[in-house]
């Protein structure tokens, strides 16, 4: 069972940044053979992708809009996933969660609560 907490949402102006965390709890096990993600969704649209990480390598991939703007790294020692938002939009303003897979999965299987991004023009 993998758990997922995002925490560090919030209200900010355009320009501003934000930066995300999601802690990872997961008894018995190691997250080195996970592939870690963050994705956001906004009223009347799909769930979207953001970035994505891998946990032992470090490899990242970031969807088109976000890219050169978010960084997305982990912390082995506290096993956490950040999310850094810089130069905020308004159009990035949505419910941010994270997401955890196996990397022998090609699907995220597991999911946080969401944490909520506000980006005032």
């Known amino acids: 069972q993998v758990q997922l907490v995002e925490s560090g949402g919030g209200l900010v102006q355009a320009g501003d940044s934000l930066r995300l965390s999601c802690a990872c709890v997961a008894s018995g096990r190691t997250f080195s053979g996970y592939a870690m993600g963050w994705f956001r969704r906004t009223p009347g649209k799909n769930r979207e992708f953001v970035a994505d990480?891998?946990?032992?390598?470090?490899?990242?991939h970031y969807a088109e809009s976000v890219k050169g703007r978010f960084t997305i790294s982990r912390d082995s020692a506290k096993n956490t996933v950040y999310l850094q938002m810089n130069s905020l939009k308004p159009e990035d303003t949505a419910i941010y969660y994270c997401a955890a897979r196996s990397s022998s999965l090609s699907l995220f299987n597991n999911w946080g609560q969401g944490t909520q991004v506000t980006v005032s023009s």
């Open positions: 990480i891998t946990w032992s390598a470090g490899n990242t």
